[in-house]
């Protein structure tokens, strides 16, 4: 019995192979030479061509991997701390024929600190998945909630904490916890929500740009362990002009229990010189009654490679850090 050879094509690769050893590859083209094809070759030829046709609608993935990492001293007003932190995410993602895009990532995370390693293992290394289509995206896993992006920017290395004052009120996590992220995207504005399918957490947003104005506007219940949860409603500003960038945000809390309210807001300023960024920053938390305040700056020494510190007085302490930051 002759045998046919069959070549399949990838790209501007060949690969030359007996037709009884096919594979399926997408997108592949069968070219036969002018041999006859009889008996057992046609069956194997048509199983072949059979799986070559119901995989040449498969995207080739893209695979990425991405990582940052940063090593420096902090001060908490008592203690000095030497430390580092690393983060490699791993990404797919691919497009099929249609234009639905999907994905997954994970985070790979650790650090030192106080001669002793952590490796991230709570959130199961952050997995995410993503289906994406006409500007509508929706996102399983450690997903953050819709009202995450509000607030203002922290001060200093790793973070001196004046954000976290007016943003989570007396220390709680008032923007709750969220497993399902869907988002919607049409020009400038983009909507979002969230819900924690493992509680009662549910967030709201919606964001803007109109010139070098951004604004948002979000409301989410949170799950404290109280007897109900605490309503928050968010708004956020922004405005950029040259090398200057300005922000703030308001919070308004309300406990249903006990009828309690608070008010929080925060101040951002920045100002960009060449490689060199100079911030500062206020933040106020009403439920508390206490404040936060600092400056800090950051130099971009090319290639991923930076410094950054910042000194801050937080909640009535004087807190500071500097180190190196690095991303790859």
Known sequence: MRRMSVRLLIGNAEAAS????SVPVPHAQIRLG??????????????????????AGVAAADISLSGSANMGLSYDGTDTTVSNEIDFGINASATTDSGIEFGASIDLDAAWAKS?????SGDSFDPEVYISAGGLTLTV???DPATDPFGIGDIGFLGLGVDDIGEKMAGFGVKGDADVLVEYTMGDYSFAASTDTSGTDFALAVFGTVGDLSFGIGYNEADLGMPASLELTWVDLSYTSGAY?????YAHGLAPWSGATTDDYGLEGSYAAGDLTISVAYAYDDLSGTDAYGIGAAYDLGSGLGVAGGVAEVAGTTVAD???TMSF
Do not use: P
């Open 322 to 324: 500097f180190g190196v």
């Open 141 to 143: 896993g450690a997903v």
């Open 34 to 55: 002018a041999q006859q094809v009889t008996g057992q070759t046609t069956k194997t030829l048509l199983l072949a061509s059979s799986a070559l046709v119901m995989t």
């Open 116 to 120: 002793a390693s952590d490796q991230d």
């Open 245 to 249: 960038t300005v922000g703030a945000f």
């Open 18 to 21: 007996e037709c009884h050893a």
